[in-house]
């Protein structure tokens, strides 16, 4: 089994650290694993995007044609995303500063208030981490748990003081969204 | 233990393991992630990094150290491996070891910043002015980066040769989990051509100006001799489900890659086909190619470029095997379904046409 998700929104929303997250998760629970960041000619404030694939066998491509999941944390992530999803596909949207009413029928959408979310843990800068729990329970695709056991050594040492902070964003994200 | 890595910083994390002292490098999308890395720990582990002024100033300072015997390298992509071409061949005349890596960006000029691989020709015929060759390795993830760059130190030092790491955008930039657990401590190689000061000893001299034209034959036909060992010893390459193959795909790097997703869908087909995966590129595997062709397959060879391995499959085939090319140039990354729909055409085709 071979899934793809695309993470996308604007420079410095944590979208490239999502994927990250989410990738070095995989590998810890031994899965095959590629991250692809798009490195084209982007700016703070412009948009960013990344790719990551999770698979029980070797992975051919990085890129992801036709993506099971989408994140978009932005408007235009959303606007350019949301028509790459084959019928079926889900995007998890940051419905904080997203309009959803343009949104394929034959696509599902998990809308998810992040920054109403952060500013109940008191920082703006969780909202990824939000989104990443709520993705993580929609998507099932690795197991939360091994996840937060490990949260130290995904995070990396950069992020040590960070890791009560961004364990209560994922519990807060994976909470909101309903079986 | 395994990290997730992208292709550029486990590059440089290699190529300190493997020795490299000395690293010079200049800006330049998308192998910038292995210069930065350098700067941070080329230093730790006690050598030498320097931005330079340009890329040129980059290779020569790479000759400079070479010269003095350390394990250097230096990084570009495209047009930036363009300038560096001079430093090269004079590396090649004075024989001295270094390592180059190249990420292949879309061109030509100054093209755009997306995974290629257009660059083959300029690797693989020597890239700069005179008669010379090097060693080109064309790895496929980022783990078998890992194993590449040893190698290249290791024959870079063997040959006294440049040798040039082909990889593309895409291998640089894309993380995957990896393992440095298999480089060993760098082998100690004799260097009785350095110069490290003549005190006690006979002087050297390192110079490729040889204005007597009995000397510089000679001094080609040396470097033609060391180029034919490099052909009879340092073949390298893998093969996919080649044993019952009626269709051989020929693709190296990344393409290589995305070729064997296409493959694993025909198989699912129970269309028989399977791959060659050239390692080095220069020396070309012409001969297991040549055996492929031999027990009836037809090629299909892949490339992310408009067509230049294609002809080094042509000159292996002397004629005798029927081609297929399908290129995408310009930086654009095919899927492996795209490849799928197009080797089972070419398939369909050729099986219909033995009937």
């Known amino acids: 089994m071979t899934i793809k998700t695309i993470f996308s929104g604007f420079g410095g929303q944590g979208v490239l650290s999502m994927g990250f997250t989410l990738a070095n998760a995989a590998m810890l629970e031994g899965k095959y694993v590629t991250y692809l960041p798009s490195y084209g000619v982007e700016v703070r404030g412009g948009t960013a995007n990344c790719t990551v694939v999770v698979s029980d066998e070797e992975i051919a491509s990085p890129v992801a044609s036709e993506p099971e999941f989408v994140v978009a944390m932005n408007q235009p992530s959303f606007a350019r995303f949301q028509s790459v999803l084959p019928s079926g596909g889900l995007i998890c949207v940051n419905s904080s500063i997203v309009n959803t009413t343009s949104a394929r029928g034959d696509i599902e959408v998990l809308t998810v208030p992040t920054s109403e979310l952060a500013e109940k843990m008191g920082t703006i800068k969780v909202a990824n981490m939000i989104m990443l729990g709520a993705f993580l329970k929609a998507s099932n695709m690795i197991s939360f748990d091994l996840m937060l056991n490990n949260l130290q050594e995904i995070l990396g040492e950069g992020k040590a003081k960070m890791i009560k902070l961004n364990r209560q964003a994922l519990e807060a994200g994976y909470a909101f969204v309903k079986e | ?355």
């Not at chain 2, 496929?140 to 590449?148: A, D, F, M, N, P």
């Not at chain 2, 089972?344 to 099986?351: E, K, L, V």
């Open chain 2, 1 to 355: 233990m395994k990290r997730l890595m992208s292709g550029n910083a486990a590059l440089g994390e290699a190529a300190v393991l493997a020795g490299c002292t000395c690293y010079f490098g200049y800006p330049i999308t998308p192998q910038n992630e292995l210069t930065e890395y350098m700067a941070k720990r080329v230093p730790e582990a006690g050598g030498v990094f320097i931005q330079s002024e340009s890329e040129i100033a980059a290779i020569n300072m790479v000759l400079g150290a070479s010269v003095a015997g350390a394990r250097a390298m230096t990084s570009s992509s495209s047009p930036g491996m363009s300038l560096k071409q001079e430093g090269i061949s004079y590396l090649a005349a004075d024989e001295l070891p270094a390592v180059v890596v190249d990420m292949v960006r879309g061109g030509p000029g100054m093209g755009n910043i997306s995974p290629a691989q257009s660059d083959y020709f300029q690797a693989t015929r020597g890239g700069g002015h005179g008669d010379y060759k090097t060693i080109v390795l064309a790895p496929g993830s980022v783990q078998e980066l890992t194993e590449i760059v040893p190698l290249a130190f290791d024959l870079a030092d063997k040959y006294r040769n440049p040798v040039i790491i082909l990889g593309d955008g895409m291998l640089g930039q894309m993380m995957e989990p990896v393992s440095f657990d298999n480089i060993k401590p760098p082998k100690e190689y004799p260097k009785d051509y350095i110069l490290t000061g003549a005190k006690g000893r006979p002087s050297r001299m390192v110079r490729s100006l040889l204005f007597d034209t009995k000397e510089e034959e000679e001094h080609n036909w040396k470097l033609f001799r060391k180029y034919q060992r490099m052909e009879q010893n340092e073949v390298r390459y893998d093969t996919f489900l080649l044993d019952d193959a009626e269709m051989v795909v020929i693709a190296y790097g990344i393409g290589a890659r995305i070729a064997k997703g296409a493959i694993k869908r025909l198989r699912q087909e129970n269309l028989k086909v399977g791959m060659i995966r050239p390692i080095t590129l220069w020396p070309f595997p012409a001969k297991i190619i040549k055996e492929a062709a031999q027990n009836g397959a037809e090629f299909f060879v892949f490339e992310m470029s408009a067509g230049q391995m294609v002809e080094d499959v042509k000159l292996a085939l002397e004629g005798k095997g029927r081609i297929h090319f399908y290129g995408r140039p310009g930086g654009v990354i095919p899927t492996p379904i795209e490849l799928f729909r197009v080797i089972s055409r070419h398939y369909y085709q050729s099986r219909r046409g033995k009937k």
